[in-house]
C-alpha cells in the first residue's frame, strides 16, 4: 500500500522524533522539566535504597521494595530504578557508604528534614506539584 505522505516528509519515525526534539530543544521558549523532589531528598532515598539493597540484595531479604517504596514515599518504580543502576555501577554509593557509614535512624533523620525542604521548595514553586495516584 502506497504512503499517504508525500516523500519529503516521510522519514524514520526515530529519527523524526529525534529532530523534532532538537528543533523543541532549540526553541528560545524550551525550559527543562522541574523535579519532583530537592536533591537532598534524592540523594537521602538513593543512600537508604542503597543501604536496603547492600546488606539485604534482592532475594535474600523480607522486606520487598514495594514495601520499602511505600515506606520511603516514593513510587516502587524508582525504587527499581535505583538497584539497576546499583546493578551496574555500585562503585559511586560503595565509596558513598565507606565514607559517611551513618545509621539507619540517622538517615531516617536526614530523609525527613529533606522532605521538609522539598515541601518547602514545592510551596515556592521550585519544584512539580505532587501527583496523585
Known amino acids: 500500500m502506497p504512503s499517504r505522505y508525500k516523500p ?7 529519527d523524526a522524533r529525534i529532530a523534532n526534539l532538537r528543533k523543541a530543544r532549540s526553541s528560545p521558549r524550551f525550559h527543562p522539566p522541574r523535579p519532583w523532589r530537592s536533591r ?20 535474600t531479604t523480607k ?4 514495601a520499602v ?3 520511603l514515599g516514593v513510587s516502587h518504580t524508582y525504587i ?8 551496574i555501577d555500585p562503585s559511586e554509593m560503595q ?9 539507619v535512624e540517622v538517615m531516617l533523620k536526614e530523609l525527613e528534614c529533606a522532605h521538609r525542604c522539598t515541601q518547602e521548595m514545592r510551596e515556592r514553586g521550585e519544584l512539580r506539584g505532587c501527583f496523585h495516584r
Open 63 to 66: 522486606e520487598s521494595g514495594r
Open 80 to 87: 527499581q530504578k535505583l538497584c539497576r543502576e546499583f546493578d
Open 40 to 59: 537532598q531528598e534524592s540523594d537521602a532515598i538513593k543512600r537508604l535504597v542503597w543501604r536496603w539493597y547492600s546488606h539485604n540484595g534482592p532475594g
Open 69 to 71: 517504596a511505600r515506606h
Open 95 to 103: 565509596e558513598r557508604d565507606r565514607y559517611e557509614g551513618r545509621e
Open 8 to 14: 519529503w516528509c516521510r522519514s524514520d519515525p526515530y
